[in-house]
Each structure stands twice: as structure tokens, then as C-alpha cells.
């Protein structure tokens, strides 16, 4: 069976500080543009089911594309040169469908999220992340999410180049908030944390970490009649292990449905919000207070907004400002610049992306351009006052001609493409049954009921291997930790036997530093830490006595006022070394009772999850078995027609009849 992973092909706004970027999208490909340049800088003619950019610097574009033939890709674009294309996998389109694919280039790092279902549990997404940490790609699977229609994701990266994972997820009656923090200088993954418990069912969220390390959340419920409700929670000081977060205690505001859809970024100092519904509203939040700042009517197309800003990382949901003018909508509003020259009227309808044919460039905007489009009858592409109201319907209703013939054109490519599956599938499906028609009835009984079996133990071997290979990972690399802990504390140690009087302060730094960093050792490493240091510190102490002996001997007038000082300055010393002991010793334990209780926690849902996988394969055998008990039934009257089928194929595939059919 073919999943259906059809969904409206939204294109993308890609911005790297004052660089824009523009990916149109549509089932037969997709073309990027840079706005400083009308010529396309990459073109892809094939079929595909998602696409998505992002800005690695101002001169580079790096792209994540899941083609219609399963074949996950990523794309570096340059400015000036050649693209280079790596295929990381080949996932399953067939029985399962994918949506929301977010991509992160950081340095040498690229981060690759998308979520999947499968046609068995439609409602239940998993999130996977794939990771190239400069030497191969790596994948994990975040957790999963329940929702009916998509999943409820976003990702986040705070001043210290962490990234924030947030979820919602149906339980019940509820919504609960998932979190967890990717962290950037060991590239692991902490556990899921039930961060917020919502009391009623969440339609849509949107997220958003600000430079100042704040992070927020904007969850959409909705109230009785066809009103729907926007929440707002944030959490200051996100880049730390823990907080909390501090909920609005009214909704910022009440938007009028049919609901579809919001989205969230921070643009120079102030926090902006978009919600669609009966109307286009943008909120602003530039001091702790909401305020509406512009409204449009519900006319314009869904746009993915992805933006680099400093150290700032945001992929939005937003809207398209119309169908000539490819920038966000209400772009004026969040002070970007983008003049250029303005489209003729000509332009206004985009043309299809097929191959061979080149698309429209991404269009300008001038102030030049608004008064051209009043004049023409086109749609306004910014905020300037239309004349009267005969001008502006006409100017609506030519924007939704134009929307119209798009998407009339997208859909025609893509029920092509559909049809092209089709055909191929119904071609393979005929050479199965010729195949199967030709087996024994029994030799097809006895295999069916082998194969069944052999693929359940199969399949629970591989969950079983899956958990085991996932705590041996877990182990190595806590193992290679602490010792890498171990090394860098004995390289510590030998420095402080080195180290004279006016480095003790250095020293007291770095093994602060060191503490950082030994929160993933044991217990059995930390005393033995605590001991070497101690041992050290005696040393120092036998080595400092020493010294005043042979002062003493040598000038007796000297004695005393060397005695008292290097006393004063052991006495700190010790006090000094004997605290920062102490305080080691409590907050390793304190990690450590956290790594207990993490890896308890870890392990239960390693169990709860394997159980349900083995339940779900055993449900799945006794459906396979079922169907197999139904298929032998019919077999043996299959048998008496096949011979006259198989003659029958034979001469209609001779006259091309099922050529003639398929077209």
C-alpha cells in the first residue's frame, strides 16, 4: 500500500543577516535564487516531496531535499561555484509519510530534523535528527509526538550553541510540552523532560529562542463557537541546565476561525507573532506588552521563514506577501530591506516549475513597485493606502486568479507524477500475480507461514539489538568521558607540582574549569581526584616547610618574617584547596545521583518502548496471518482460472493492449 505524501509544496524564505534567498518548491523541483541576482544559483529537475534551505553565511546555501524516490540529499550552493550534492539514505515513501523538514548548518556541523508516521499509527510522528559531526553522519531518534493532521516541533539555539528540542504531544485529555538540549561541546542528546501540562487539546504552537536567551512558546486552543485562543509561556536563561517556565495568565489574543496556522522569530530587539485564521494578524512584543501592529486579509500563501542572525537560529511558518512579489508578508513591518527593481505587470503570473522552462526570479521591492501595481489593477506589495474600493477588489481578485492558475498548475504536475506511479506500480503488481499464479498452492502455504514467523523474530531480534546497541553506546561514550576526565585531571595535577606561589590563583581556575567537565565521571573518579589533590596539596605544604628549614638555617634574621608569611599564604592556600574539594565533591555527587536517576529513567523507557514495538509486531503477525488464512481460500479457485489468465495476458501484452490501457 502507498502512502499518500502529498502535501501544499511551500517554498522558502532563507535569510543570513542582510542575505536573502528565495526556494521555490513545487512536485517537479525546485529553483533557488539569491535576491541580489535574477539568475537562478541551482536548479533541480526532479520529482520531490519536501525541500528546505538555509543560509550557512552570507555566500553559501546549504539545502535538505527528500525526493520522490525516497533518496534524502543535502546541497552545499555556492555564490560563485560548483553545488555539491551527497545522497545521506533511502527512506521508505511508500508506506510511510514525512513532513516538517528543518535543516541547521553550524561551522562544521549540519543538523538535519524531519518527522515520519507510518500508514499503521497515522496520528503518531517520530522525530528523527541526523547529524554530520565532521567526519559522518550520524542519525538518533528524538521521541515521538501525537497529533492528527502534523507534528508539533521546533528547534532552537541559544548564545552558547545548544540546540532546544520542543514537542507537544497528545496524553488524555492534555497536551504536555516535551523538552531536551542537544549539547554543543560533547554533541549528546540529554533525556525528554515534561516541561508544561496544557489542559486542553493544542491545535497549532510556535517557538522562539531569542539572542538573550529566552526562550518562548505559543500554543493555539480553541474556545467554544469557532474562536481559537493564543497562549504564551517563556523561559528565561534557557542556555542553563533546569528553569522554569512562567505561563501569560490570560491568551494574547482571540483570532476567529477557520484556524491555519502561526509562527514566531525575533527581528532587531523586537519578538514578532503571526497568526492566520479569519483574518492576518502580526503581533508585536518589543518591551513585555502585546500589541497588534498590522492586519490583511486571509488571502496569502503559507511561506517557510528560515533565518541566521548572529548566533540566532529560527524556522517559522509565515505567509507569502502575493504571487509577483516573492518576500515575506508584512516585510515592512519587520524592517527588512529589500529594494530592488519592481515586476512588470506582465510577471504577475508565475509560471509552473517544469523542466526545461525557467521560472520567474525572485522580484523586488521598491516603493516604485506599489504605485506601478496600483496602476495596473495588481495587488498592492506593501502597506501603501489603496485608492478606493473597486481598485482593491479588483486587485484581490486578480491576486486569486493568479494563486488559482499556481495551484491548478502544481496539481495538474503532480496528479502526472501520480499517474506515472501508478502505472509502474500496477505493472508490478500484474508481473506478482503472474509470478504467484505459477507456484504450488502448498509450496505458496508453506512459505507464507514460514516467512511470517522468521520476519516477527526477525524483527523483534532487531528491536532487542536496537536497545542493547543503544546502552552500549551510552556506555562508551560515559566511559570515554571519564577518562577523558581522568587525563585531563592528572594533567592538571602535574601542573600544579610545577607551579609556583603566583600561579595558585591559575590553578584554582582551572580546576573549577575541570569540575565542568567531571560531571559525566563516576563516583570512584571523583574520590580519586579528591585524594590525588589532597595528596598534592600535602605535598606542597612538606615541600613549602622544607624551604623555611633551610631559610632558617641559613640567616637566622630572615626566619621569623619568612615564617609568618609563607604560613599565611599555606593557610589560604589550604583553606582555598580544602573548599573548592568541597565543592567538587558536592556537585559530583549531585550529577551523579542525576546521572542515576537519568539512566533508571532512560532504561525504563528503553523496556516500556521495546514492549510495545514486540506488541506491535505480534499485532501485525496475527494480521498477516489472517490475511494469508484469506488468500489461501481464494487460491484454489485462482488456480482454475489461471492457466486461461496466463494465455490471455499473453496475447493481449503481444497486441499492446495494456499499453493502449495504461495511457
Known amino acids: 500500500m502507498i502512502v499518500a505524501n502529498r502535501i501544499p509544496y511551500t517554498p522558502v524564505f532563507i535569510s543570513y543577516q542582510e542575505s536573502h534567498f528565495y526556494l521555490a518548491v513545487n512536485a517537479q523541483g525546485c529553483l533557488l535564487y539569491s535576491v541580489e541576482d535574477p539568475h537562478p544559483l541551482y536548479r533541480l529537475n526532479e520529482p520531490i516531496l519536501l525541500a528546505v534551505g538555509s543560509a550557512g553565511n552570507a555566500q553559501t546555501v546549504h539545502l535538505a531535499v527528500l525526493k520522490a524516490n525516497g533518496e534524502l540529499c543535502y546541497t552545499v550552493v555556492p555564490k560563485s561555484g560548483t553545488p555539491q550534492t551527497t545522497v545521506l539514505t533511502k527512506l521508505d515513501v511508500r508506506s510511510t509519510k514525512y513532513r516538517r523538514l528543518i535543516l541547521m548548518p553550524r561551522g562544521e556541523l549540519v543538523h538535519i530534523f524531519y518527522a515520519y508516521s507510518h500508514q499503521s499509527v497515522p496520528d503518531l510522528w517520530?522525530?528523527?535528527?541526523?547529524?554530520?559531526?565532521?567526519?559522518?553522519?550520524?542519525?538518533?531518534?528524538?521521541?515521538?509526538?501525537?497529533?492528527?493532521?502534523?507534528?508539533?516541533?521546533?528547534?532552537?539555539?541559544?548564545?552558547?550553541?545548544?540546540?532546544?528540542?520542543?514537542?507537544?504531544?497528545?496524553?488524555?485529555?492534555?497536551?504536555?510540552?516535551?523538552?531536551?538540549?542537544?549539547?554543543?561541546?560533547?554533541?549528546?542528546?540529554?533525556?525528554?523532560?515534561?516541561?508544561?501540562?496544557?489542559?486542553?487539546?493544542?491545535?497549532?504552537?510556535?517557538?522562539?529562542?531569542?539572542?538573550?536567551?529566552?526562550?518562548?512558546?505559543?500554543?493555539?486552543?480553541?474556545?467554544?463557537?469557532?474562536?481559537?485562543?493564543?497562549?504564551?509561556?517563556?523561559?528565561?536563561?534557557?542556555?542553563?541546565?533546569?528553569?522554569?517556565?512562567?505561563?501569560?495568565?490570560?491568551?494574547?489574543?482571540?483570532?476567529?476561525?477557520?484556524?491555519?496556522?502561526?509562527?514566531?522569530?525575533?527581528?532587531?530587539?523586537?519578538?514578532?507573532?503571526?497568526?492566520?485564521?479569519?483574518?492576518?494578524?502580526?503581533?508585536?512584543?518589543?518591551?513585555?506588552?502585546?500589541?497588534?501592529?498590522?492586519?490583511?486579509?486571509?488571502?496569502?500563501?503559507?511561506?517557510?521563514?528560515?533565518?541566521?542572525?548572529?548566533?540566532?537560529?529560527?524556522?517559522?511558518?509565515?505567509?507569502?506577501?502575493?504571487?509577483?512579489?516573492?518576500?515575506?508578508?508584512?516585510?515592512?513591518?519587520?524592517?527588512?530591506?529589500?529594494?530592488?527593481?519592481?515586476p512588470g505587470p506582465h510577471e504577475v503570473t508565475r509560471r509552473a516549475l517544469q523542466p526545461g522552462v525557467s521560472a520567474a526570479p525572485l522580484p523586488p521591492v521598491s516603493p516604485s513597485a506599489v504605485q506601478a501595481a496600483v496602476r495596473?489593477?495588481?495587488?498592492?506589495?506593501?502597506?501603501?493606502?489603496?485608492?478606493?474600493?473597486?481598485?482593491?477588489?479588483?486587485?484581490?481578485?486578480?491576486?486569486?486568479?493568479?494563486?488559482?492558475?499556481?495551484?491548478?498548475?502544481?496539481?495538474?504536475?503532480?496528479?502526472?507524477?501520480?499517474?506515472?506511479?501508478?502505472?509502474?506500480?500496477?505493472?508490478?503488481?500484474?508481473?506478482?500475480?503472474?509470478?504467484?499464479?505459477?507456484?504450488?498452492?502448498?509450496?505458496?502455504?508453506?512459505?507464507?507461514?514460514?516467512?511470517?514467523?522468521?520476519?516477527?523474530?526477525?524483527?523483534?531480534?532487531?528491536?532487542?539489538?536496537?536497545?542493547?546497541?543503544?546502552?552500549?553506546?551510552?556506555?562508551?561514550?560515559?566511559?570515554?568521558?571519564?577518562?577523558?576526565?581522568?587525563q585531563a585531571s592528572a594533567a592538571s595535577l602535574d601542573e600544579i607540582r610545577r607551579a609556583n606561589a603566583a600561579e595558585i590563583e591559575q590553578l584554582r581556575q582551572a580546576i573549577a574549569e575541570e569540575a565542568e567537565k567531571a560531571r559525566l565521571s563516576s563516583v570512584t573518579e571523583s574520590e580519586e581526584f579528591s585524594r590525588n589533590l589532597a595528596a598534592e596539596g600535602e605535598k606542597m605544604r612538606q615541600s613549602f616547610a622544607g624551604g623555611l628549614d633551610a631559610i632558617r638555617r641559613a640567616n637566622a634574621a630572615e626566619i621569623e618574617k619568612l615564617r609568618q608569611s609563607l604560613a599565611a599564604e599555606t593557610e589560604k592556600i589550604h583553606q582555598a584547596a580544602m573548599g573548592g574539594i568541597e565543592t567538587i565533591r558536592q556537585v559530583l555527587q549531585e550529577e551523579l545521583q542525576n546521572f542515576r536517576l537519568e539512566t533508571v529513567q532512560q532504561l525504563q523507557e528503553i523496556r516500556l518502548d521495546t514492549g510495545?514495538?514486540?506488541?506491535?509486531?505480534?499485532?501485525?503477525?496475527?494480521?498477516?496471518?489472517?490475511?494469508?488464512?484469506?488468500?489461501?481460500?481464494?487460491?484454489?479457485?485462482?488456480?482454475?482460472?489461471?492457466?486461461?489468465?496466463?494465455?490471455?495476458?499473453?496475447?493481449?501484452?503481444?497486441?499492446?493492449?495494456?499499453?493502449?490501457?495504461?495511457r
Open 126 to 342: 517520530y522525530i528523527e535528527h541526523r547529524l554530520w559531526n565532521g567526519k559522518a553522519w550520524q542519525s538518533v531518534r528524538l521521541g515521538e509526538v501525537v497529533h492528527p493532521r502534523h507534528p508539533l516541533y521546533h528547534i532552537g539555539l541559544d548564545s552558547q550553541q545548544n540546540i532546544h528540542f520542543l514537542a507537544l504531544t497528545f496524553q488524555g485529555r492534555q497536551s504536555i510540552l516535551l523538552q531536551n538540549r542537544f549539547h554543543g561541546a560533547f554533541h549528546l542528546w540529554g533525556n525528554p523532560v515534561q516541561a508544561l501540562t496544557l489542559q486542553n487539546e493544542v491545535v497549532d504552537m510556535a517557538s522562539a529562542l531569542t539572542p538573550d536567551n529566552t526562550q518562548h512558546i505559543f500554543w493555539v486552543t480553541k474556545s467554544p463557537g469557532e474562536n481559537f485562543e493564543v497562549h504564551w509561556a517563556k523561559r528565561p536563561q534557557a542556555q542553563e541546565i533546569g528553569g522554569s517556565w512562567v505561563s501569560a495568565p490570560a491568551p494574547i489574543h482571540t483570532v476567529g476561525g477557520p484556524w491555519q496556522g502561526c509562527g514566531a522569530l525575533e527581528l532587531n530587539g523586537t519578538l514578532w507573532l503571526l497568526l492566520k485564521g479569519e483574518q492576518e494578524y502580526l503581533l508585536s512584543n518589543a518591551g513585555g506588552t502585546w500589541r497588534l501592529a498590522a492586519t490583511r486579509p486571509a488571502a496569502h500563501r503559507p511561506l517557510e521563514y528560515v533565518r541566521r542572525d548572529g548566533r540566532s537560529f529560527y524556522h517559522s511558518s509565515w505567509l507569502l506577501q502575493d504571487s509577483s512579489v516573492k518576500v515575506p508578508l508584512f516585510y515592512e513591518e519587520l524592517g527588512l530591506r529589500l529594494a530592488q527593481p519592481a
Open 376 to 486: 495596473s489593477g495588481e495587488p498592492p506589495a506593501d502597506r501603501s493606502p489603496v485608492p478606493d474600493r473597486e481598485t482593491k477588489m479588483l486587485a484581490e481578485e486578480v491576486s486569486r486568479v493568479a494563486d488559482g492558475q499556481e495551484r491548478a498548475e502544481e496539481n495538474l504536475v503532480q496528479i502526472r507524477a501520480e499517474i506515472k506511479s501508478m502505472e509502474a506500480t500496477v505493472e508490478t503488481k500484474i508481473q506478482e500475480i503472474r509470478s504467484a499464479a505459477r507456484e504450488n498452492a502448498q509450496d505458496i502455504r508453506l512459505a507464507a507461514g514460514t516467512e511470517i514467523r522468521q520476519a516477527a523474530a526477525d524483527e523483534a531480534e532487531k528491536t532487542r539489538r536496537a536497545a542493547a546497541a543503544e546502552s552500549e553506546e551510552l556506555r562508551r561514550a560515559l566511559a570515554a568521558e571519564a577518562e577523558k576526565t581522568r
Open 612 to 662: 510495545r514495538r514486540v506488541e506491535e509486531i505480534r499485532l501485525m503477525t496475527h494480521e498477516v496471518e489472517q490475511m494469508v488464512a484469506c488468500q489461501m481460500a481464494d487460491i484454489s479457485q485462482a488456480q482454475l482460472r489461471v492457466a486461461d489468465a496466463q494465455i490471455q495476458v499473453a496475447d493481449a501484452h503481444e497486441k499492446g493492449f495494456w499499453k493502449r490501457w495504461f
